[in-house]
């Protein structure tokens, strides 16, 4: 069955409604499409959700971690330790910095960095540690703060499947020096492509605005905005990593239902417990106490002594029922590049290794309908009692 077929369930596709559609066209009816005042609305409004006061919308969560580290002063000879278990774009933007990107191995049951591993991994040249808040748990701040405190080291939360997380009553994003997230097609919240970035202090989030737009003084709405062209410095060799107002009418309508979509994935996530708790594959660990998960990918733990499938047969059978899957992740020291680049070995970080080798994410999407859900549900079924 292939992705073209209208009955195969596209992992994580995004819930796009009326309003969404509304609001881009009035943008495009505009004359008026690029960074500007929809952009300014969707940052006020992640603002007042966050409760924060500083923010700036960028084009992707990549965006936001490289200007983080730039404007944390990360660049050549610092290092900065991360996890193994995440998207190859959080340790990329490291090296982007020209900084050395160190791995601390994963807590097997929350699959998020161990804290005890950080501490091992702490040289002189450290100078921020990275989390990612992995599937929406979040990492245990407490413990990763204290150590940055003790070291005086910056921390960068990478909260790309985090937007809902809280933590000991602070909202993912808002405990580091810096909260970076994504907007992208199979995350909670979508603008297609885009990101945001949270900072301490409107130094820090000025700077960031600033590197993202060229380096310029002054963005391209205020420039060519209807109180008269104002002409423009350029204070930095910046990037173009600016959101733009397309993006910006998706996310006004998508963030207004943030709680609405995070109770629906919350209602697939409790189906997923209840009924494929009899088979034999690990499901997520609970939510720990005084927290709150995001609900961004349910990973499921393909173990061939227990259930006769390697992962990839069960993702090869998944797909002929027409359920689209993903892998959160290959642990990064299995790829080529880093292999080469670091001398990184899979062995040397066990637990990010074993989860990458048996990890597989179910739909979890507020498109989702329940024929849907038991669709997946009995697929999976089906397939692991066969």
Known sequence: MSRGDKSFLTFNAPEIREEEMLEVMRCLESGWIGTGGRVATFVDDFKTYKGVQHAAALNSCTAALHLSLLTAGIGPGDEVITTPMTFCATINTIIHCGATPVLADIDPVTMNIDPEQIKEKITKRTKAILPVHFAGRPCEMDEITAISRQHGLQVIEDCAHALETEYHGQKAGTIGDFGCFSFYVTKNITTGEGGMVLAKSEENIRNIQILGLHGLSKDAWKRFSDSGFQHYSVLAPGYKYNMIDLQAALGIHQLARVEESWLKRRHIWNRYNQELSDLPVILPAPTAPDTRHAYHLYTVLI?????GLERDEFLEHMHAHGIGMGVHYLSLPEHPFYQNAYGWRPEDYPHAELIGQQTVSLP?????????????????RQILRA
Do not use: F, G
């Open 303 to 307: 173990d061939k002594t227990q259930c």
């Open 364 to 380: 979890l999407s507020p498109k989702l309908t329940d024929a849907d859900i038991d669709r997946v549900i009995e697929s999976a």
